[in-house]
């Protein structure tokens, strides 16, 4: 069955920069794309960035550009967020979502979340 | 950006109700929009893509339609499980947007 599975919950001070992680199993990794959608406490849902899994090509929402990457590695069949100079409203859930396509597609099987706390 | 307008907010409904809750987009975005739910604790689950294909293992309760900048999300008989904040979602053109979210609470 498809899975994805996030590293843990991190705390960071501000200034600092996190890396989450998003193991994929159950599908041809390379077949699909992974979303990237975070959501701050208590709030709704944020898209933040796309990558294919087949060709590395990205695609990040213009808020986060400068401050975003995302990367994957088929070998492992992971995908990866890497958000640095964080601020306190980057306080927020992460989550992981498969999609078959960039656009005109949906997300259609989601990771657990990964919850990021930035505080001095 | 496409901003994505749902109404109501919150809805108070009882088990057995049928329910709608509209999500208007700011330009059109043909077919495609998703629906989520999502209950408290948990990742969102897909509803309802390209606006009213009903993603597999959701109940038929569940439905969707609409094209253009007007879709709606349908519970014919709301039960106990079906409570929690729903949202749309363009995917359209970048950068995909999600609306604000619709609380479906118990009366």
């Known amino acids: 069955q498809v899975q994805l599975v996030q590293s843990r919950a991190e705390v960071k001070k501000p200034g600092a920069s996190v890396k989450v992680s998003c193991k994929a199993s159950g599908y041809i990794f390379t077949s699909y794309g992974v979303n990237w959608v975070r959501q701050a406490p208590g709030q709704g849902l944020e898209w933040m960035a796309w990558?294919?899994?087949?060709?590395?090509?990205?695609n990040y929402a213009q808020k986060f550009q400068g401050r975003v990457t995302m990367t994957t590695d088929t070998s492992t069949t992971t995908a990866y967020m890497e958000l640095r100079s964080l601020r306190s409203d980057d306080t927020a859930i992460y989550y992981c979502a498969r999609a078959r396509f960039e656009l005109r597609s949906y997300f259609d099987f989601w990771g657990q979340g990964t919850l990021v706390t930035v505080s001095s | 950006d496409i901003q994505m307008t749902q109404s109501p907010s919150s809805l108070f409904a009882s088990v057995g109700d049928r329910v709608t809750i509209t999500c208007r987009a700011s330009q059109s975005i043909s077919i495609y929009l998703n629906w989520y739910q999502q209950k408290p604790g948990k990742a969102p689950k897909l509803l309802i893509y390209?606006?009213?294909s009903l993603q597999s293992g959701v109940p038929s309760r569940f439905s969707g339609s609409g094209s253009g900048t007007d879709f709606t999300l349908t519970i014919s008989s709301l039960q106990p499980e079906d409570f929690a904040t729903y949202y749309c979602?363009?995917?359209?053109?970048?950068?995909?947007?999600f609306g604000q979210g619709t609380k479906l609470e118990i009366k």
């Open positions: 979602q363009q995917s359209y053109s970048p950068p995909q947007t």
């Open positions: 390209a606006a009213s």
């Open positions: 990558i294919s899994a087949y060709n590395g090509h990205t």
